[in-house]
């Protein structure tokens, strides 16, 4: 089957969000941690859910993944995953291991659940202690407003934002063994983004029956040609966490690696969250154009990714594109410095359809052309390296002048 026939067996729900999954509740709430926005959410299973996380590579790891590393540990389920904006709880200490272990108590006393069911994720600001007293009460207020509505999803979006312009969501549905299969998944991200893990928070629920286990290599695989292909400054942060939730509902027979529909479960999971990490690709700080590398011809799929992973991490590209300008040159020495296996007098390069290199040698281009296409909203950048069969893609954003804008009066 090719990946076009594929791909139509996974479809978009319309309207669709984290809590259409079936068992999944969310709710969003104001503590007064920010001064006006939402600031607290909790994302809520009806049933102990197989759970799988993949997080921060940043040695410096904040307190709240600690303590979630420790509640999946022990069991592989989670039943609740509280959130809170505006403060991130990174390098404070045993203090803040000891508010982030009174978050999930709390959590896990409010929901009538056992403290390892609880997942605890923080973001915003570095070094600054929690406003405990201000978190502990929403968190005692939240569970009475938990829904399964889009609305309630989109609050639970809201609440964990910093300084996304926008919500960040998908749903996907499939079948398995005959039993539709719901995807669904919010995420925030807009600086301190960089292809190490998943430089962001994302949270996705599925009501697909599998076990921690075989969930946890499904999500593994799939964060690799996802939120690890997806770069805006190059900043890996400490709080980054990606967290799985499977509630087991759509009662399909047990997905393994052996069931037939494995692969359709893997292309489920992989376009909700290539879905996700494209929105924040599009949403870096300050950014107005969404950039996507295509390589192919490289000697396997991860040589590719390589390559369009430093193609779009690119400061100079980056800039270039937000310039119109169709300086190639940057996307060569990006090429260059990759570090993956090249022949430089192979090399094809197409910005959109204008290609401006062949065989390593310069094409000529209208530079009408290109500044009119550049002008765009959604850049695509081909590169063909023509030594093997590899495909990698990667996602980015343009850099401005008020990426710097907002990054210089972050904590103000």
């Known amino acids: 089957m090719d990946t076009a026939t594929k791909h139509l067996l996974v479809t978009p729900v319309e309207g669709g969000s984290i809590t259409t999954p079936k068992g999944f509740h969310t709710a969003g709430i104001h503590t007064g941690v920010k001064r006006y926005k939402l600031d607290l959410g909790v994302l809520y299973c009806e049933v102990p859910a197989s759970s799988a996380a993949v997080y921060t590579l940043n040695k410096v790891q904040a307190a709240p993944i600690k303590v979630t590393k420790e509640s999946i540990a022990k069991e592989g389920k989670l039943q609740a995953v509280i959130v809170n904006s505006g403060n991130a709880n990174a390098c404070t200490g045993t203090k803040g291991m000891e508010d982030a272990y009174t978050m999930r108590k709390t959590t896990a006393e409010v929901f009538e659940i056992p403290e390892h069911y609880v997942a605890v994720s923080s973001t915003g600001v570095i070094g600054e202690f929690l406003q405990m007293e201000k978190i502990v009460n929403g968190i005692k207020k939240i569970k009475t407003l938990t829904q399964m509505d889009f609305e309630s999803a989109e609050r639970f979006n809201e609440a964990i934002l910093t300084t996304d312009t926008i ?42 029956n599998i076990e921690p286990k075989w969930l946890q290599i499904a999500l593994s695989k799939v964060i690799d040609e996802t939120f690890n292909r997806i770069t805006v400054d190059g900043d890996t942060s400490t709080n980054d966490t990606v967290v799985t939730l499977a509630s087991g509902l759509a009662n399909n027979d047990q997905l393994t690696k052996d069931h037939p529909d494995w692969d359709q479960f893997v292309l489920g999971l992989k376009m909700t969250c290539e879905h996700l990490a494209k929105k924040i690709a599009r949403d870096g700080e300050g950014a107005t154009k969404l950039i996507e590398v295509q390589v192919k011809g490289a000697l396997n799929d991860q040589e590719a990714g390589k390559v369009a992973k430093s193609i779009v991490g ?76 590899g495909f990698g893609k990667a996602w980015g954003c343009d850099l401005t002048y008020d990426y710097v804008r907002i990054n210089a009066g972050y904590r103000t």
């Open 167 to 208: 919500n960040k969501r998908a749903c996907f549905q499939t079948t398995i063994g005959g039993k539709t299969v719901t995807f669904g998944g919010v995420a925030k991200g807009s600086g301190m983004i960089h292809p190490n893990m998943a430089t962001m928070l994302a949270f996705v629920t599925t009501d697909a």
């Open 314 to 389: 690119s400061d100079l590209v980056k800039s270039a594109i937000y310039g119109t300008d169709a300086n190639w040159g940057r996307i060569i020495c990006a090429i260059g410095y990759s570090e993956a296996e090249i022949n430089p007098d192979t090399i094809d390069i197409a910005i959109g359809e204008i290609q401006t290199l062949k065989d390593g040698m310069p094409i000529p281009f209208s530079e009408e052309e290109a500044t009119q296409y550049l002008s765009t909203e959604n850049i695509v950048i081909y590169v063909d390296l023509k030594i093997g069969h």
